[in-house]
């Protein structure tokens, strides 16, 4: 049994996994913690995320609990993510990263400690059908080539505050990669008024933001009198919850270093 420790555990993405853990068999919810400042702190996680009392109690910070887990769970603040893994470093516990917003520095000093401390997944989305979209993605690109336009649209809440999602911004950068092109050349993010024909190479985002659409991403290839549309739906935030329990049993007693959605699901070869 893979014992789990919950980083965030009042959040939003933190309730469905406190939850998620607990209800697999796999898993143990072993530990939780939030903000210093937090209101939930000493609370129940089990009452905080509705399966009842399981008497752990919320704790304020990482190193109060790091020896009652085997994985961390971070979906927090990039700051704090950092802070989270240099403790998981020193103790050689591994960790499974949702958080987003890491700049390429973040990222270098994670894979620096890694790389001889503890397994690590990390990755921006972590729900199992968002992955197998880029690989369709990829593998439907390289397969149709340049004769095919190829446009992406995604749909997400009002609250969003950045566009286009990191998960559309992905899925250029699969298809680019796939037909050879650099997705910081040939990206188009607005189109408005006399704009020309469009370009063979460029691959368009779109953005949508309406109501409380919790994420929509389509990517069309359209060629000479067809198109092909390839779509993904999420329905509510337990996709992304169930892709990090995935990971953490997954991850637990795996090489020390760096792993992607796509080595817990197989998919690195496909
Ligand atoms: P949220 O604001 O609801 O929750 C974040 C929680 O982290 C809060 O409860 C906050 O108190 C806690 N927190 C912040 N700093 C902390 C610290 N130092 N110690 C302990 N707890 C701390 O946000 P959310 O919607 O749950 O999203 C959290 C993160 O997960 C964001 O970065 C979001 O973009 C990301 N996310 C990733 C995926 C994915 O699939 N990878 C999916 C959804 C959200």
């Not at 049993?249 to 496909?270: E, I, Q, R, S």
Request: proline share 3%.
């Amino acid at each position: 049994m893979t014992r789990v420790i919950v980083a965030g555990a009042a959040g939003r993405m933190g309730q469905r996994i406190s939850y998620m853990v607990h209800t697999n068999p796999g898993l143990e919810l072993a530990a939780a913690f939030e903000h210093p400042d937090s209101p939930a702190l000493g609370r129940d996680v089990g009452e905080n995320c509705g399966v009842g009392a399981i008497g752990v109690a919320i704790s304020p910070g990482l190193e109060s609990v790091i020896d009652q887990g085997d994985v961390i769970i971070d979906f927090t603040f990039h700051e704090a993510t950092m802070e989270f893994a240099a403790i998981a470093a020193k103790h050689g516990r591994a960790m499974v990263i949702g958080t987003t917003g890491l700049t390429r520095k973040n990222l270098a000093e994670l894979r620096r400690l890694a790389q001889g401390n503890f397994p690590c997944v990390q990755a921006p989305n972590m729900a199992v059908g968002v992955n197998v979209l880029f690989k369709l993605v990829e593998k439907t690109a390289a397969i149709l080539g340049d004769a095919y336009d190829v446009e992406i649209v995604e749909a997400h809440h009002r609250m969003k505050k950045d566009a286009p999602s990191g998960t559309a911004l992905k899925l250029g950068e699969m298809a680019a990669g796939a037909l050879n092109r650099d997705l910081a050349q040939v990206g188009v993010y607005e189109r408005n008024g006399i704009i020309g024909e469009r370009t063979d190479n460029e691959i368009g985002i779109q953005t949508i933001r309406a109501g409380d659409i919790v994420g929509e991403h389509t990517v069309y290839f359209a060629g000479a009198g067809e198109r092909i549309e390839i779509t993904h739906r999420a329905h509510n935030r337990d996709n992304f919850a169930r892709g990090a329990t995935l990971a953490a049993g997954w991850v637990a007693g795996k090489p020390n270093g760096m792993y992607t959605m796509f080595d817990v699901l197989g998919l690195t070869d496909f």
